[in-house]
């Protein structure tokens, strides 16, 4: 008898992991949200505009700026990302491709600039706080093996809020993050995906 229930709960937990995997499939390929449709508006963050894409991995065209930089594919959390430091800072990224999780490099010490990004890079639980238009960086996980950015859209004492593009069909342009700081002051953001956050150099942020 017990054996039998156990083959019957392998069976179960078998197909529920398949319903799951069926399930994340789909919304990575297909909008399953039809309250919207990918390129609908759905907030905006300083002036700079947050897309809706539907399937994460759905991509509506490249976008480029009147002088050929490539701000990225539409409408990943890339190309809002970079839209926004592009709209409101007129600033290129020196290395103008790549994945979100290759906007955070392990071997920048930090506090340090990040070359190919031309942004200080500072590391989650490092010595800075994030800020307000500071990029996060998150790391890959099972279900998404690119990463993903956002832009810091506000801070609190005890959260942070990002602004995100591709979110999922059903996931939210806003979301906050638990911010703890630690006993000498640092700040640990997040539930362990954040690697960290990018800024603007202190003679460009002033600028």
Same mark, same amino acid.
């Given at each position: 008898m017990?054996?039998?229930?156990?083959?019957?709960? @392998?069976?179960?937990?078998? &197909?529920?992991?398949?319903?799951a995997?069926?399930?994340?499939?789909?919304a990575s390929?297909? %909008?399953v949200?039809?309250?919207?449709?990918?390129?609908?508006?759905?907030?905006?963050?300083?002036? *700079?505009? =947050?897309?809706? %894409?539907?399937?994460?991995?759905?991509?509506?065209g490249?976008?480029?700026?009147?002088?050929? #930089? %490539?701000?990225?594919?539409?409408? +990943?959390?890339?190309e809002? *990302?970079?839209?926004? #430091?592009?709209?409101?800072? +007129?600033? $290129?990224?020196?290395?103008?491709?790549?994945?979100?999780?290759?906007?955070?490099?392990?071997? *920048?010490a930090?506090?340090?600039? %990040?070359a190919?990004r031309n942004?200080?890079?500072h590391?989650?639980?490092?010595?800075s706080?994030?800020? =307000?238009?500071?990029?996060?960086?998150?790391?890959p996980?099972?279900?998404?093996?690119?990463?993903? =950015?956002?832009i810091?859209s506000?801070?609190?004492?005890?959260?942070?809020?990002i602004? +995100?593009?591709?979110?999922?069909?059903?996931?939210? &342009? $806003?979301?906050? @993050?638990?911010?703890?700081?630690?006993?000498?002051?640092?700040? +640990?953001?997040?539930?362990g995906? =954040?690697l960290?956050?990018? $800024? @603007?150099?202190?003679?460009?942020? &002033? &600028?």
């Amino acid at each position: 008898m017990p054996r039998l229930i156990t083959r019957r709960a @392998l069976v179960v937990l078998a &197909s529920l992991v398949l319903i799951a995997w069926l399930g994340l499939w789909g919304a990575s390929r297909f %909008n399953v949200n039809l309250t919207h449709a990918p390129g609908e508006v759905i907030d905006q963050f300083e002036g *700079v505009q =947050v897309y809706y %894409n539907g399937a994460i991995n759905h991509v509506d065209g490249r976008s480029l700026a009147p002088d050929g #930089y %490539n701000i990225g594919l539409r409408w +990943q959390c890339v190309e809002f *990302v970079k839209r926004y #430091y592009y709209e409101r800072h +007129q600033h $290129r990224m020196p290395e103008a491709r790549g994945h979100a999780k290759a906007f955070f490099d392990a071997a *920048v010490a930090d506090g340090a600039l %990040n070359a190919a990004r031309n942004l200080v890079q500072h590391r989650n639980g490092g010595a800075s706080a994030p800020a =307000v238009g500071d990029i996060v960086v998150f790391a890959p996980w099972l279900f998404n093996p690119y990463g993903h =950015v956002a832009i810091v859209s506000r801070v609190d004492a005890d959260a942070v809020e990002i602004v +995100q593009q591709n979110p999922g069909p059903f996931g939210t &342009s $806003r979301e906050r @993050l638990p911010r703890a700081l630690t006993t000498d002051g640092r700040t +640990q953001l997040g539930t362990g995906r =954040v690697l960290g956050w990018l $800024r @603007l150099p202190a003679a460009a942020s &002033s &600028s």
